[in-house]
């Protein structure tokens, strides 16, 4: 009997995990479009972030539950210089290098996000502009690597490559939800995640993702593909190109 009564408890303590993730809510997220093209007439998209949220028994809670979209990626190394104005002109004073900072972030909010967990949950979850982490190469100073972040974002914020909104997200019925989130021209190509966290009494309760590509199409791809499996002959025909353009403008402009 006594052998017999571990058992049960054990399996009801195997049971419990199970059970209390079952209670939780979960995502059904999609996008509008899984793959953007870029050509030469390429001024930007908008792309929509939507879903559903799926509660156990169908039963809403009294407290309803926020939503934060992400649109993050490529994650690549990049190399940032501070110029100084020496002698009247301006150099290379001082460089960091961060090996995983996103060519494109965008989030998105029901509310704002000090509203809806605590800093180290935000961190923890990359949850805003001034929550990513961009894992320097080698020590750097705290106040140089915070001098050296704030100025990326601040100037890919202006060139809309940073984009945050926390009135983004709308939900309705408290089950669906959906999210406008801006592409801009200047977009890196690559493979992007749209990521959706759904979060209630400053815990995240569910996270469900996406993946979108955005790629060069046309002429552009084309070019591309040349530069990369061809280097030697695009560059070839880039020096040959301009030598026939240069002689050609040289040309007209002689004769008047």
């Given at each position: ?220 791809r084309f070019v591309a593909l040349a530069a990369q499996r061809h280097g030697f002959l695009y560059g070839l025909t880039a020096v040959l190109l301009s030598l026939v353009l240069g002689w050609g403008a040289s040309a007209i402009f002689r004769r008047r």
């Amino acid at each position: 009997m006594r052998r017999l009564g571990a058992l049960i408890l054990a399996l009801a303590a195997l049971a419990l995990p199970a059970a209390a993730q079952a209670a939780d809510p979960r995502l059904v997220p999609d996008v509008s479009n899984r793959t953007i093209d870029i050509q030469y007439s390429f001024t930007g998209e908008e792309l929509l972030l939507f879903g559903a949220i799926l509660y156990p028994g169908q039963r809403l809670p009294d407290d309803r539950a926020d939503i934060v979209v992400v649109l993050k990626g490529p994650v690549r190394p990049i190399v940032l210089r501070e110029k100084q104005r020496v002698a009247g002109i301006w150099v290379n004073a001082s460089s960091i290098r961060l090996r995983t900072s996103p060519g494109f972030y965008a989030i998105g909010s029901s509310r704002p996000i000090d509203k809806l967990v605590d800093e180290r949950t935000a961190a923890i979850f990359e949850l805003g502009l001034n929550n990513l982490s961009m894992s320097p190469s080698g020590f750097s100073e705290a106040r140089k690597l915070e001098r050296f972040e704030t100025g990326l974002i601040d100037l890919y914020r202006r060139i809309g490559l940073f984009y945050e909104n926390s009135a983004a997200v709308e939900i309705s019925e408290g089950v669906l939800y959906r999210a406008r989130i801006p592409v801009p021209a200047r977009v890196p190509v690559g493979t992007y995640r749209a990521e959706t966290y759904l979060i209630s009494r400053g815990r995240v309760l569910a996270v469900a993702s996406r993946d979108v590509q955005i790629r060069k199409a046309g002429f552009e791809r084309f070019v591309a593909l040349a530069a990369q499996r061809h280097g030697f002959l695009y560059g070839l025909t880039a020096v040959l190109l301009s030598l026939v353009l240069g002689w050609g403008a040289s040309a007209i402009f002689r004769r008047r």
